[in-house]
């Protein structure tokens, strides 16, 4: 049973393109994660998706960041039209429901140049 | 305030000495989590508590929750133990999304 799958591990983006993030949850999680550390600062959460539904989007930046999880395949996480302040780790975490233990992903570094 | 406060933030110790990493949060949890990252790494879930105590290795964690405080501790520490420890909370309230300490940077020097 593979674990949290992120991909790719790292991606380089100019300034104004598009980044998308892929997290593929532990096979029978059905719950999703995603956080984003920042350069010399801890995890913060972003938003909660379950399968096709977005349950929690609050830590998520108004504009320019969406996140999906559809029926099939894996959770999305896209920013369009990059900054250099978007440069960061960003990383899933999946549970099989809400109450049992939540799985980490490697992380995908995302570097703006 | 920070919803989970973790001292100290940065740690050095001698082999084989006993480490303790603390952890402070003030909302009401479903369950505490203590995280490793190593630098440049991914981020790998070492416990996870809903009370008492746990063990795994050289690695033993504990929870008081009327005191909303838990401890990670390292018994016999190795180099290869050196990493940022991470404690989080799972807030039943948000939809069981978790809160994060700012992590512990730990060094065991050989």
């Known amino acids: 049973n593979a674990g949290v799958m992120q991909n790719p591990r790292h991606l380089v983006r100019r300034r104004g393109q598009e980044a998308r993030l892929r997290c593929s949850p532990m096979?029978?999680?059905?719950?999703v994660y995603w956080y984003r550390q920042l350069p010399e600062e801890g995890l913060k959460f972003m938003v909660y998706?379950?399968?096709?539904?977005?349950?929690?989007e609050s830590g998520m930046p108004k504009e320019r960041f969406s996140a999906e999880f559809p029926k099939e395949g894996p959770s999305i996480l896209r920013i369009q039209q990059v900054v250099r302040g978007d440069s960061a780790a960003y990383f899933c975490a999946s549970s099989s429901t809400v109450n049992t233990e939540a799985f980490f992903g490697q992380g995908t570094r995302l570097t703006v140049v | 305030k920070n919803e989970v406060e973790q001292s100290p933030q940065n740690l050095t110790a001698q082999e084989g000495e006993f480490i303790t990493i603390n952890c402070s949060y003030s909302?009401?949890?479903?369950?505490l989590h203590w995280l490793q990252q190593h630098p440049g790494g991914g981020i790998v879930s070492l416990f996870m508590l809903s009370s008492g105590k746990k063990k795994h290795g050289r690695l033993i964690a504990t929870i008081n929750i009327q005191e909303k405080h838990s401890s990670l501790h390292i018994t016999a520490s190795h180099p290869r133990d050196s990493a940022v420890y991470i404690c989080a909370v799972r807030d039943p309230n948000t939809g069981n999304q978790f809160y994060f300490g700012t992590g512990t940077s730990l060094t065991v020097i050989p």
């Open positions: 096979k029978g999680h059905s719950h």
């Open positions: 909302v009401g949890i479903s369950a």
């Open positions: 998706l379950q399968k096709e539904n977005i349950i929690d």
